[in-house]
């Protein structure tokens, strides 16, 4: 039999618990509630013509957005190529050789970077590239998001080297190994996914981001073909589309910005593959 007490802390138990369970479909709602109004408005637009051809002038219905999908994964490889190794190279300082004072100035000038608007990182990028190579090229564009992913992978690939157990690091010295085959041979390897999954991170935070795309890589209707040309990428597609005034162009963005989520979806879905992997090893 239970007492009056007993029955309250029961009852105060499960409304906390259902409170818990509220405020999290709370959290999840905008995410199913934007991911369900992008497939019905954008669903019926994806078709063979939307991932193989061109966009067709203004006015003209159908065409596509393929220049728009390969240049979004060739400015994410750029920025791959351009920002991994500095964050991976300044992780690797911070976790195994930075001292505290020079390590805690660094952190916090990686932290401030993390918050820094997007559009400043355009700005950057025109400055840098855009003005000094004459024009708008994919190359900027690269430029560009290389910079927001350096300080998100840095302190991303610290964390995960200072969760490396320092009797890895001990017994390499032990025997007699110099410690930067200690660190790349050892250290990294046991972290390697960890660092693989802040990679990813870093390009889904990077595939959507917009405004450094129009101060640097500026869209193009055409493939590119060369580093120095401007580049399509589907935000830039989406946002010119999105304030057309031809309804089919409207259409379109609706399909772009689902593509666009698909591809961070997979991205986000690859890191908790890649999680779950590291906890079971």
């Given amino acids: 039999m239970l007492t009056g007490y007993a029955r309250y802390r029961k009852f105060k138990s499960a409304f906390m618990s259902g409170l818990a369970v509220v405020c999290a479909l709370l959290v999840v709602l905008p995410l199913i509630l934007v991911f369900f109004h992008l497939v019905r408005m954008g669903v019926t637009s994806l078709n063979w013509n939307f991932f193989t051809k061109l966009p067709l002038s203004a006015g003209e219905e159908g065409g596509g957005m393929a220049n728009a999908i390969v240049g979004t994964l060739e400015l994410m490889g750029l920025a791959l190529v351009m920002g991994v190794p500095i964050g991976l190279l300044g992780g690797i300082y911070l976790s195994e050789y930075g001292s505290e004072g020079m390590g805690s100035w660094i952190r916090f000038g ?122 399509a990428a589907l935000p830039i597609q989406v946002y010119f589309y999105a304030i057309s005034p031809f309804e089919d162009q409207n259409r379109q963005a609706w399909a772009g910005a689902l593509v666009l989520i698909l591809i961070v979806f997979f991205l986000s879905a690859t890191v908790r593959v890649l999680t779950s992997w590291r906890k079971k090893s």
Avoid: C, H, Q
């Fill in 110 to 231: 990686a932290d401030v970077l993390n918050g820094v608007p997007s559009i400043v990182w355009g700005l950057v990028g025109f400055t840098l590239a855009v003005t000094r190579m004459g024009g708008y090229s994919a190359f900027a564009g690269g430029l560009a998001l290389a910079f927001i992913m350096i300080p998100l992978v840095l302190r991303t690939t610290e964390e995960v080297l200072v969760l490396v157990p320092n009797a890895y690091r001990e017994a390499g010295l032990a025997l007699g190994i110099p410690r930067w085959k200690i660190s790349l041979n050892i250290v990294l390897r046991t972290a390697f996914k960890g660092i693989v999954t802040g990679v990813l991170l870093s390009l889904g935070r990077i595939a959507g981001e917009t405004a450094p795309l129009l101060f640097t890589a500026l869209g193009s209707p055409l493939w590119n073909t060369s580093l120095k040309e401007p580049i």
